[in-house]
């Protein structure tokens, strides 16, 4: 790709709807992470995805949860809420 392509793709980009620029970021940032060798940080919408598809799952409780189980559920609430936190303070959606 040229850099007259690139610049021509980027110039279409301005006129899309603001989801689909959005989108486009996210992915740009994901090939780019990707390229480097960085792991992937989940953004904000990516977390109230993962946890609304986790709370969403209907699952009936045992009578008597192994400690395992609590433990991971926990330890889901405390990725989550870390995860969060750290989002917030560094000010970063990617």
């Known amino acids: 790709m040229t850099a007259d392509e690139l610049k021509d793709l980027f110039d279409r980009v301005?006129?899309?709807?603001?989801?689909a620029?959005?989108?486009?970021v996210l992915m740009a940032?994901?090939?780019e992470n990707a390229l480097r060798g960085h792991q992937h940080v989940?953004?904000?919408?990516?977390?109230?995805?993962?946890e609304a598809a986790i709370?969403?799952?209907e699952v009936?409780?045992?009578a008597d949860p192994s400690a395992d189980?609590?433990?991971?559920?926990?330890?889901?609430?405390?990725l989550v809420a870390a995860t969060q936190k750290?989002?917030?303070?560094?000010?970063?959606d990617a």
Request: net charge negative; no cysteine; charged share 35%.
């Open 60 to 62: 009936e409780p045992d």
């Open 14 to 19: 301005l006129s899309w709807p603001k989801a």
């Open 69 to 78: 189980e609590v433990d991971i559920l926990e330890s889901m609430k405390r």
């Open 21 to 24: 620029q959005d989108e486009f």
């Open 29 to 31: 940032n994901a090939i």
């Open 86 to 92: 750290s989002e917030k303070e560094s000010g970063s």
């Open 55 to 57: 709370t969403s799952i």
């Open 42 to 50: 989940a953004s904000e919408i990516e977390l109230q995805i993962s």
